[in-house]
């Protein structure tokens, strides 16, 4: 037999053999060598414990879809839920499993600085899924779960209809476009409370019930401005948005229409040179108000 350390192609005739060069491990920048299968954790939602800052929010282990392998842990600080939420997920998992399908969780609880992050990502342009502000997210009151909705091994149509019997609700009907992946655990409760006051409402209250107080200057003086800029839009444009304070894709769709009719970077970003276009704009509108043009200026366009 042939002794060598060289990995061998074996042939019908067993008295021979082929050498072939072992394959080398490929390696460099930016390659992660995958970890084995075993790295991945069960498909299930476990109870870690209570957690202190909290009210009725447990620390839970469920499947990622971060780290060298998919499946392995969700990092541990957006690992938390309200414990009904907890129960209903490890039911959803029960399920899902016994259908041969698996469930990767990609976010769950967020901080306020979190939030932030992804709210300011969705203002400059580098998300197209609408993010809220601080104070005005599920995800901050630990009742809300994204999902890796296109890889669930039994179609995303069935497990939305799992997820829905449980008491998950998603605020999209599609099950593709952006935000058909974002499910809720609002009870009849806050389902209730959503139809009376609105969805922003809701969120603020529902984070407010846990404790998470968190953010709230800061989503304060941001509301306080985004309703500055809704008003302005509609005093020198005549838009007719809504003066909430939330920084939706109305908003946002209102600056970009101003922006391209003023030939600036359209982003819909309230940036410094468009703010400051605003504010020209809405001092000059001011100065119509108390001095009307003469006819002089009429005849010059002004």
């Not at 469930?103 to 939030?115: K, V």
């Not at 809300?144 to 890889?151: E, K, L, N």
């Amino acid at each position: 037999m042939c002794q060598s350390p060289l990995h061998f192609f074996y042939t019908t005739d067993v008295t021979s053999c082929v050498q072939l060069p072992r394959p080398r491990l490929k390696v460099g920048p930016g390659y992660v060598v995958p970890r084995p299968k075993t790295d991945q954790m069960e498909m299930t939602c476990k109870i870690l414990g209570e957690d202190p800052r909290f009210l009725g929010v447990v620390r839970v282990l469920v499947p990622g879809i971060y780290g060298p392998t998919k499946g392995g842990p969700l990092p541990r600080r957006m690992s938390r839920l309200v414990r009904a939420a907890t129960t209903a997920l490890r039911q959803v998992y029960r399920e899902i499993v016994a259908l041969g399908g698996y469930l990767y969780i990609t976010d769950m609880f967020r901080s306020a600085a979190d939030q932030q992050r992804a709210y300011m990502d969705y203002l400059a342009g580098r998300k197209t899924a609408y993010s809220p502000p601080p104070c005005a997210s599920v995800h901050e009151a630990a009742r809300a779960i994204d999902i890796d909705a296109f890889d669930t091994g039994i179609g995303h149509r069935r497990t939305r209809e799992i997820l829905n019997r449980h008491g998950w609700t998603n605020i999209v009907k599609t099950l593709t476009g952006p935000e058909c992946w974002h499910y809720e655990f609002r009870q009849s409760r806050w389902q209730t409370y959503c139809e009376r006051h609105g969805y922003a409402a809701m969120a603020h209250d529902m984070k407010r019930a846990i404790g998470n107080f968190a953010g709230r200057y800061t989503a304060q003086s941001q509301k306080i401005e985004v309703a500055r800029l809704q008003g302005t839009l509609n005093i020198i444009t005549g838009e007719g948005l809504t003066v909430d304070g939330i920084y939706g894709p109305e908003t946002r769709e209102a600056l970009r229409d101003f922006q391209r009719r003023q030939q600036l970077q359209i982003d819909g970003v309230a940036g410094p040179i468009t703010t400051g276009r605003i504010q020209k704009m809405l001092a000059d509108h001011r100065r119509l108000l108390i001095e009307p043009p003469t006819c002089l200026d009429r005849r010059r366009g002004l």
